[in-house]
């Protein structure tokens, strides 16, 4: 398996009923943790400590769009771009957690294209967001210190995760093909 390691460090990123998040688990932990998949038309906000749980959250955002201009992501696309023309899902995963740490994966159904994983590159993505969300504290976003994520080199439909829970959490946006369980919007 294919590892991609940040340093954080060294850097200053209407859904239908079937999800395209559609499994996930928590395969090591250190607190009592579950894998959840949130519903983005509740009434939900993400950030600032709010959930502080030790649990592994993902949510869609906005679904097969096509991408006026590139996107530069943190890990994957062609050279840390998915290039304009493409048609993307967009996905919210994170982990809000005061101390606990945990490994585990989150699967879509479709092959993942990238990942927005550091606060810049978070930011320039937001316009994929689209939904009832409210993103509090998005200064903080990301990846920190020591936290890695990666696509299974195997199954590229399955998202590893493996990170510590800190004050804000750490918050990523995954990027997949076109997704075959979601609408074209």
Avoid at 112 to 138: H, K, P, W
Wanted: aromatic share 10%; charged share 20%; net charge negative.
């Amino acid at each position: 398996m294919m590892r991609v390691f940040l340093s954080v460090t060294a850097f200053a990123l209407a859904v239908p009923a079937q999800a395209t998040v559609i499994d996930g688990s928590i395969l090591q932990q250190n607190g009592s943790g579950a894998f959840v998949i949130l519903d983005p038309e509740d009434i939900l906000a993400v950030g600032e400590d709010n959930f502080n749980d030790d649990n592994l959250y993902a949510f869609d955002e906005d679904q097969n769009i096509e991408l006026i201009e590139p996107v530069r992501v943190d890990i994957g696309g062609q050279n840390g771009v998915i290039p304009a023309g493409t048609v993307v899902a967009s996905h919210y995963v994170f982990f809000d957690s005061v101390a606990g740490t945990q490994f585990g994966f989150v699967y879509f159904d479709a092959p993942i294209l990238g990942i927005a994983a550091l606060e810049g590159t978070m930011a320039a993505t937001d316009f994929l967001a689209n939904t009832d969300v409210i993103y509090i504290g998005t200064e903080l976003r990301g990846l920190e210190h020591g936290d890695t994520v990666w696509i299974d080199d195997k199954d590229p439909h399955r998202l590893f995760v493996s990170w510590a829970g800190s004050s804000p959490g750490d918050y990523i946006r995954v990027f997949t093909e076109k997704s075959p369980g979601a609408l074209i919007m």
